[in-house]
């Protein structure tokens, strides 16, 4: 030990700088003999440093008071009344003998606690960090990775970044109010006196501040405060910021999932392994979702110019795949960016309103009601209905536009009667009313693996009355996302397929799918859709080439118990191609007003056009191709 101490001294006092420029000890040792007393004072200075090229003035201060409590110490020892009484016995032999003695074993002691100090700090050095400096050290504790999130296609959603955390050893902070006004220059946002607070107690660990910017790492690390440091952690990044902020969800300062498809991963045993430690960064393979994050895009952004365009409160809008029951993408605006989300989760108007809220959905309804009808029979696609007004328990229905007094079943679905969907539940009847829209989803909470997922309401006991009024929309209150599923199940074929958020071949589809409604209701209703959009009030979602139909719907706002009609819910449901429909997709759009050289706020004016541009503008991403007939086949072969 000796030995190394002394190479250590020689290599340092060879340096023409008066500090070493890597992690040197410097032992300090100087020895001065009184000849007169025989007296040996020892003088042990040991100061430890990193890697720097400059040397903070606080911590050239605190060296320095440390060596003065050295020296302190020492002074006391060789004025100190044992050691007065032992001189004092210096007159006889055996007096000089024990002093002797005395000032042996006293050396040998003092040599014993400064070389076993040295020697324990020098395997300290060895087993910790690589590099220390001031005080100031980065952790290498490891930090577990989560898994990447990935698009169906392998684009990147979400992954880890490496970041520092700041914490403080209030136990070796030399002087709490400097090393407090320090640390407020880099980072003034931290409150002084908890600041102060923590630096100053007794406590050997303490979080100052976490993910810090790199560039606030370097300042912090530029002050030389004694006692604080770096620990490197983990942080969420997410390239898309807001774009899938919804389904992503948010992790917490320690990298958990506690939200959206983030929550999910972790309840499904990625938090286990993070506890016992089984999570290898090394071994976790990319957690893929079934979001294409191109048409992910496409809707929010379309989102976004809506919300601004109708000078709405909010708007939504969901792409579903109608045989696997995969949603491709899903939206709800205003929403916040995932890197600084803040406070603003916990704000009521962004919350996630394609599945965490439920509304009246107005003439969308209209869909289940006319398929029910055609289902259980009491109609077909060429009857005609009573749409004359008439009375019920107090009530009239009576139509918005009157278009005659029967209509033909598509007409009412054409012209959303009011009048014709309320006679076509009451030839259903209550229960069965009740029924299928049990076994479509839309009164029951969505099985599904996003955690904020809302349960629809309905009235507690049905009468007649509310089942006339649900055929139109109002008196149920159900989640958008309820609704495109289980409008999804009927143009598929007749099959509820549950949603997911994950990839779902159309074989694992058939394996969870139930049949709700007849191949033949099936066909009837795209018929209805088609026409509904080529020549009814989905006109304005049509695109040339990709046929889509759908329905419109406008539900006047329940405020303090009473329908206020200067308030609208507006939504389309739209299916493409409509002739073999692969896709749902559907918008929503709250509160809107009306738009310059437009009529109204209703549907046909907003919602429809938002699915529209949607259609427009993701088709190639979904790999679906235009049609135009054989006009268009002769012209494409031409060109």
Request: avoid cysteine; charge should be positive.
């Amino acid at each position: 030990m000796l030995q190394l101490i002394g190479v250590v001294v020689k290599d340092v006092s060879s340096r023409t700088s008066p500090w070493p420029t890597g992690p040197q000890l410097i032992d300090d040792t100087r020895h001065r003999q009184n000849s007169g007393s025989g007296q040996t004072l020892i003088y042990a200075f040991a100061s430890m440093r990193i890697a720097s090229t400059k040397i903070s003035p606080l911590a050239d201060a605190a060296v320095r008071l440390r060596r003065q409590q050295i020296r302190r110490s020492l002074r006391a020892m060789k004025f100190s009344p044992a050691l007065k009484g032992n001189a004092s016995k210096r007159g006889s032999p055996a007096g000089n003998a024990h002093s002797a003695r005395s000032r042996t074993v006293l050396t040998s002691l003092l040599f014993l606690s400064v070389f076993s100090t040295i020697g324990g700090r020098l395997v300290w050095f060895g087993l910790s960090a690589q590099n220390q400096t001031d005080g100031m050290f980065v952790s290498s504790i490891p930090v577990t990775d989560r898994p990447d999130i990935v698009d169906r296609n392998g684009q990147v959603l979400a992954t880890d970044l490496k970041t520092a955390s700041l914490y403080a050893e209030p136990r070796r902070i030399v002087d709490a109010d400097e090393a407090t006004e320090a640390v407020l220059t880099v980072l003034p946002q931290l409150d002084p006196g908890t600041l102060y607070k923590k630096l100053d107690s007794k406590a050997g660990f303490a979080w100052l501040s976490r993910g810090l910017t790199p560039m606030q790492q370097q300042a912090i690390f530029n002050l030389g405060v004694p006692g604080i440091g770096f620990r490197t952690e983990r942080r969420r990044f997410y390239p898309g910021g807001a774009e899938a902020a919804h389904i992503l969800g948010l992790t917490n300062i320690d990298n958990q999932g506690i939200s959206g498809m983030e929550k999910y991963l972790d309840d499904s045993g990625f938090r286990a392994l993070q506890t016992t430690g089984l999570a290898s960064s090394d071994g976790l393979s990319a957690f893929k979702l079934s979001i294409d994050r191109n048409v992910q895009h496409v809707v929010h952004e379309e989102l976004v110019r809506a919300l601004k365009e109708y000078r709405a409160i909010a708007a939504g809008g969901v792409v579903l795949d109608v045989d696997t029951g995969e949603v491709i993408a899903m939206a709800s605006v205003p929403d916040y960016d995932l890197n600084e989300p803040g406070n603003a989760p916990l704000k009521k108007e962004n919350l996630n309103r394609m599945s965490a809220g439920t509304f009246e959905m107005g003439s969308t309804f209209k869909i289940f009601t006319t398929a029910m009808a055609l289902d259980f029979g009491v109609v077909s696609i060429n009857s005609r209905v009573d749409t004359s007004p008439f009375h019920v328990a107090g009530h009239t229905f009576k139509e918005f536009h009157n278009e005659g007094n029967s209509l033909s079943v598509p007409d009412i679905f054409k012209y959303s009667s009011n009048v014709g969907s309320a006679r076509e539940a009451d030839m259903v009847g209550v229960d069965r009313h009740q029924e299928f829209l049990t076994r479509l989803g839309l009164l029951s909470k969505m099985q599904t693996e996003l955690p904020e997922v809302a349960m629809p309401t309905q009235p507690k006991t049905w009468k007649k009355i509310n089942s006339m009024t649900i055929a139109f929309g109002h008196g149920v209150s159900t989640t958008p996302l309820n609704t495109a599923v289980a409008a999804a199940a009927l143009i598929n074929g007749g099959y509820y397929i549950p949603p997911t958020f994950l990839p779902r071949s159309e074989e694992e589809a058939k394996a969870v799918r139930r049949k709700v409604a007849e191949p033949r209701t099936s066909l009837d209703m795209r018929a209805i859709f088609k026409l509904n959009g080529e020549e009814g009030t989905g006109r304005q979602a049509d695109v040339p080439g990709y046929h889509v139909g759908g329905k419109t719907g406008t539900a006047e706002k329940v405020e303090n118990g009473r329908y206020n009609h200067n308030k609208r819910f507006n939504a389309f449901v739209g299916a493409f191609p409509i002739d073999k429909p692969r896709y749902i997709v559907m918008s929503i759009i709250d509160e809107p007003q009306v738009e310059k050289g437009k009529p109204n706020a209703q549907a046909g004016w907003n919602a429809a056009p938002m699915v529209g541009n949607m259609v427009r503008r993701a088709a190639s991403f979904l790999h679906v191709q235009p049609t135009f007939g054989e006009v268009g086949r002769d012209l494409m072969r031409g060109y």
